[in-house]
């Protein structure tokens, strides 16, 4: 079972079918904000598509082919991070979450993706971590840029959003780069604007 206390208000918890009505209504209360990053929103309509999206993470992780957690803060479920499948052969991953509106501004998602990120090098000993965002979600790309990751290039009308392409601005971290940064050691305690 994956489950991680980032601190003592934030807690990452493996997403178990126990979730899905939770999960489905944190979405469906942040429809309008989500929808303008996240293609899916759309087609999640109800808690059965939220239950199907759940068993699939979690037959994800049985086949040790990636991570969805629910992002607790002070017990409730703020939002998702997780890894979008792993190359072990490459060694690397890449990471992916939300957040909804009332629980933005308080280091959340930033103190979340650095303790996802200590996992995935400590424990399943990848050597690297992408991180991809839209050009303009700045929200977005504030958390790679707060890790201290290197933005490494834009990728051209790389995803359809409701009306239109986006292009993604590529964030990379290596293994060696945030262990001489200090990041291993979990310091990324900040009050944001995320």
Known sequence: MFSYNVNEEIQLRLLELRHTDELFALTDGNREQLRQWLPWVDGTVDTEHTKRFIQSTLAAFAGNNGIQAGIFYKGNMAGCVGLHGIDWGNRKTSIG???????????IMTNACG???????????????????????TRSRAIPERLGFVQEGKIRQAEWLADRYVDHIVYGMLREDWSMNGQASNRFEVETDE
């Open 97 to 107: 979450y939300w957040l909804g509106a009332e629980y933005q501004g308080h280091g």
């Open 115 to 137: 303790t996802l990120v200590n996992y995935v090098f400590s424990e399943l000993n990848l050597n690297r971590v992408e991180i991809r965002a839209a050009e303009f979600n």
